[in-house]
């Protein structure tokens, strides 16, 4: 099935119980038992509800996997992933990465003994000096936030392989329409649903999809166990999200590329950052793996003072200054001070990320009126 069709009739089934054409929102915590251990598959909603259920058979649908499981948060999901791990083990990680996904390693999960090494991944073979008899996961996010470097996951993948480590890769900013990790070679794809799978900025979820049943049996106990579960709620909202994915990505990805090159010849911008320029360091990546290449921009102002990108973040009137993105409304975010402030500045300034950065997310109005709106800001 060709991809847009597969965004509207993932996971949906009518109701069994009405027809409903909507999987209705199963608010209940618990189902009745005729006699004990006599039911309908369905005991306690930590452990199985049919709205997620439904959700959960999407995100494995939309991700060209066999299995999805959904989180209360994508922190949740990332967070589930390290529980596959015991003390002693160690992880490859990124470098350059969602700050609350670095948080939970730094401050976490090295306490219970897990050892992580971040490495420029843009090189997969810089991966190869870290990987010893204790590793066993590498981990990593394409493009990455906020800098927009790209992974080329089968190459990660190639070296997972022939060590027998489990690659996961973070795709919640290619979402599953320009990028599917698992035909590359990954073994799990986490999302934070929050951003372009529920795609308006009102339901914070994750998800995890893979194809080994056996991955999928620890990953599900884990679910259980730990009780990281969404609402029903949140996964009808997701899944009506997911419905439109195609159609919000077309348009974040025109948009992003008017916006990204309005940028570029702008005379006060510096640096933009986007993996759809033909001299973005990794474009002949992306190129191959990506179907396009979404509305995540970041760039930097030729002032690189921060009182100069404070004055512009906060001029802005369509794009709203607030952290999050894949939502239908663009939205500016200066990292340095909101969604990765818990890296610690050393660190920042290492991987390359400015205290001036300004990232965007590009959202699908009218890029007219986005692009108006850069030009008063900027000035
Ligand atoms: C937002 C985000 C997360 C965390 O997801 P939450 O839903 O906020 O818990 C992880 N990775 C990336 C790339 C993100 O943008």
Redesign the pocket.
């Known amino acids: 099935m060709k991809l847009a069709t597969k965004m509207i009739h993932a996971g949906a089934e009518p109701d069994p119980s009405t027809g409903a054409i909507m999987t209705p929102i199963y608010q209940t915590s618990t189902f009745v038992q005729a006699a004990p251990g006599d039911h309908k598959g369905f005991e306690y909603a930590r452990s199985q509800n049919p709205t997620r259920f439904a959700l959960e058979a999407a995100y494995a649908e939309i991700e060209n996997g066999k299995f999805g499981l959904a989180f209360s948060?994508?922190?949740?999901?990332?967070d589930a992933v390290m529980k596959l791990l015991q003390p002693g083990d160690e992880v490859i990680c990124a470098n350059d990465?969602?700050g609350?996904?670095y948080r939970l390693f730094t401050k976490v999960y090295e306490k219970f003994g897990i050892r992580f090494h971040y490495v420029n991944m843009q090189q997969a073979d810089n991966m190869k000096a870290h990987v010893n008899a204790n590793t066993k996961l590498i981990w990593t996010?394409t493009p990455t936030?906020p800098l927009m470097n790209i992974t080329d996951i089968a190459a990660v993948s190639a070296i997972a392989k022939a060590n027998g480590l489990l690659l996961c890769v973070?795709n919640?900013?290619a979402s599953p329409y320009l990028q599917n990790p698992l035909d590359l070679g990954a073994d799990i794809v986490?999302h934070?649903?929050?951003?372009y799978l529920g795609g308006h900025s009102d339901v914070?979820?994750?998800c995890l999809v893979m194809n080994d049943p056996a991955l999928k049996d620890q990953l599900y106990f884990i679910q259980k166990s730990c009780g990281a579960v969404p609402g029903p709620m949140d996964c009808f909202l997701v899944l009506r999200g997911i419905k439109t994915l195609h159609v919000r990505m077309q348009r974040h990805c025109e948009n992003g590329e008017k916006v990204a090159h309005w940028l570029r010849q702008h005379p006060k911008v510096g640096q933009v950052y986007w993996p759809g320029f033909d001299d973005h360091p990794n474009h002949a990546i992306a190129k191959q793996q990506m179907r396009g290449y979404g509305g995540m921009i970041s760039f930097e102002l030729k002032n690189d003072s921060i009182e100069e990108a404070r004055r512009v973040l906060s001029s802005t009137k369509v794009f709203s200054l607030a952290e999050?993105?894949?939502g239908v409304e663009s939205l500016i975010n200066h990292p340095a001070s909101m969604?990765h402030a818990s890296i610690p500045r050393e660190e920042r300034l290492k991987n390359g990320l400015s205290d001036a950065l300004i990232r965007l997310s590009v959202g699908i109005e009218d890029a007219d009126d986005l692009i108006d709106d850069l030009a008063q800001a900027i000035g």
Do not use: C, H, P, R
């Open positions: 948060s994508g922190v949740a999901a990332t990465m969602y609350g996904t996010e936030n973070d919640t900013f986490m934070s649903a929050t951003k914070i979820q994750g999050s993105l894949g969604t």
